[in-house]
């Protein structure tokens, strides 16, 4: 089993930026993919940004060049930096982990990211 932990959400102005982290209670070296995903209230889940094992990266296109995710391997760790933030960013994120040679998905709880003046 695998726990994963977002912190980072918030509400911030329109033009703003927030950063996302994914705490993983397992070693990132043992990774197929990570991903950030959000969900829009009564819009299906979408991937927003992933990231690969050789750190292969890809965003959405309604996100690139504004988002960015990253990861840190020694504190097993995800991140998504968030710049130019719009109100249609509005929604609850969630990180996503896929391990071992049987692909199992994990997800953490979610975080709120509000944009809004």
């Known amino acids: 089993q695998v726990h994963l932990v977002e912190s980072g959400g918030g509400l911030v102005q329109p033009g703003g930026s927030l950063r996302l982290s994914c705490a993983a209670s397992?070693?990132?070296?043992?990774?197929?993919?990570m991903g950030w995903y959000r969900q829009a209230p009564g819009k299906e889940r979408e991937l927003v940004a992933g990231?690969?094992?050789?750190?292969?990266?890809k965003a959405a296109d309604s996100v690139k060049g504004r988002f960015t995710i990253s990861r840190d391997n020694a504190k097993n760790t995800m991140y998504l930096q968030m710049n130019s933030l719009k109100p249609e960013d509005t929604a609850v994120y969630y990180c996503n982990a896929n391990y071992g040679s049987d692909s199992v998905d994990y997800w953490g709880q979610g975080t709120q990211v509000t944009v809004s003046s």
């Open positions: 990231i690969s094992r050789w750190g292969t990266t």
């Open positions: 397992k070693s990132l070296f043992s990774i197929n993919a």
